[in-house]
């Protein structure tokens, strides 16, 4: 039997395609550490910016500012995000493909009512749900 190689480039990018672009599932304990290290992220960044001036309309921090803010921020997460045995580098890489698994998110949730209640309270008009906040955490 012959294979024509555009077959077979076919169907090796359809199968890149389907297992890339949806992710694998999350195994349960990934699901349990990433949530709650979600959860403490999400309520440590509140805690951060409350009480904080307002920029003006459509004005930042200055770049000295940001990078002042970031080295503040890493800081804090560090230890954290050890707890989980985490870095920061790793939280961000694998958070968002943990998050997208909604089914795995949502049963871990169900069966944990007091992180189901601090994670819904977490300020989601400022952070996206599948990890990010715009500030890259």
Not at 30 to 50: D, P
Request: a negative charge.
């Amino acid at each position: 039997m012959v294979i024509h190689p555009a077959r077979l480039m076919s169907g090796i990018l359809s199968a890149v395609v389907l297992c890339g672009g949806t992710g694998w599932a999350a195994e349960p304990a990934e699901v349990e550490k990433f949530v709650n290290a979600r959860v403490e992220v999400g309520e440590l960044m509140t805690s951060y910016f409350q009480g904080w001036e307002r920029y003006g309309e459509g004005q930042r921090p200055s770049p000295e500012r940001m990078e002042e803010m970031t080295v503040e921020i890493n800081a804090k997460l560090e230890p954290l995000l050890a707890k989980y045995d985490l870095t920061v580098e790793s939280y961000r890489e694998r958070i968002k493909d943990v998050l997208a698994d909604e089914v795995a998110v949502k049963g871990y949730l169900s069966q944990h009512p007091d992180v189901k209640k601090r994670y819904d309270a977490l300020p989601f008009d400022r952070m996206r749900r599948d990890g990010g906040s715009g500030r890259g955490y």
